[in-house]
């Protein structure tokens, strides 16, 4: 299996300021079709997960220019440039591209 | 609007089975794949497996393909997942999400295994 291995555990961000989630893949998630399977999740609590960006860097709809993803074949960052109060929550990254389909273990944003 | 809700968990003991239901709305359900996906208490994200379209065709984790099984019904738009044999590990919420793209979230179903 694919391993996703996401960093921070936890951040801790003043509202305003920018934050940072790492995901780095065991293997690479380029698929058979060139394209990158890799999304980003965001769960507040209480609730279920959305989808906030897939193939790498296509924001879903509704989601504020603010929420950016990058990166390529192993190593993968989705960057939050002023950070709300309605961020808070944890982030998960999930790789489509591999059977079976595999998420890091999340990263808990709170408000400083 | 697309609508997916999980029904049927509950504490089950352990060694028994269980069947989870997802009721799709909102999408023409027969032109999709579905998944089905689990969280643990500890927040633990696990994905169980896939069925094709016309259920012709599944996907499953490794770790659970001999005791999980994905079903569907086209013409109800639901989808299933048969649980036997449950365990303790198996405690978690299960949620549907449409296809591998993963844009589409139930609110979830939570299935405890305990005596």
């Known amino acids: 299996d694919v391993v996703m291995t996401q960093t921070p555990v936890s951040l801790s961000v003043a509202i305003g300021q920018p934050a940072s989630i790492s995901c780095k893949s065991s293997?690479?998630?380029?698929?058979?079709?060139?394209?990158?399977?890799l999304n980003w999740l965001l769960q507040r609590p209480g609730q279920s997960p959305k989808r906030l960006i897939y193939?790498?860097?296509k924001l879903d709809s509704g989601i504020p220019d603010r929420f950016s993803g990058s990166g390529s074949e192993t190593d993968f960052t989705l960057k939050i440039s002023r950070v709300e109060a309605d961020d808070l929550g944890v982030y998960y990254c999930?790789?489509?591209?591999?059977?079976?389909?595999?998420f890091g273990s999340g990263t808990k944003l709170e408000i400083k | 609007e697309v609508q997916l809700v999980e029904s049927g968990g509950g504490l089950v003991q352990p060694g028994a089975s269980l069947k989870l239901s997802c009721v799709a709305s909102?999408?023409?359900?027969?032109?999709?794949?579905m998944s089905w996906v689990r969280q643990t208490p500890g927040k633990t994200m696990e994905w169980i497996g896939d069925?094709?379209?016309?259920?012709?065709?599944?996907n499953y984790a490794p770790s659970l393909k001999n005791r999980f099984t994905i079903s569907r019904d086209n013409a109800k738009s639901t989808l299933y997942l048969q649980m036997s044999n449950v365990r303790s590990e198996d405690t978690a919420t299960y949620y549907c999400?449409?296809?591998?793209?993963?844009?589409?979230w139930g609110q979830g179903t939570l299935v405890t295994v305990s005596s």
């Open positions: 999400t449409r296809g591998g793209w993963f844009a589409y």
């Open positions: 909102g999408f023409t359900f027969s032109d999709y794949w």
């Open positions: 069925i094709k379209y016309d259920g012709s065709y599944t």
């Open positions: 293997q690479s998630l380029v698929g058979t079709s060139g394209k990158t399977y």
């Open positions: 193939l790498v860097s």
């Open positions: 999930l790789q489509g591209t591999h059977f079976p389909f595999t």
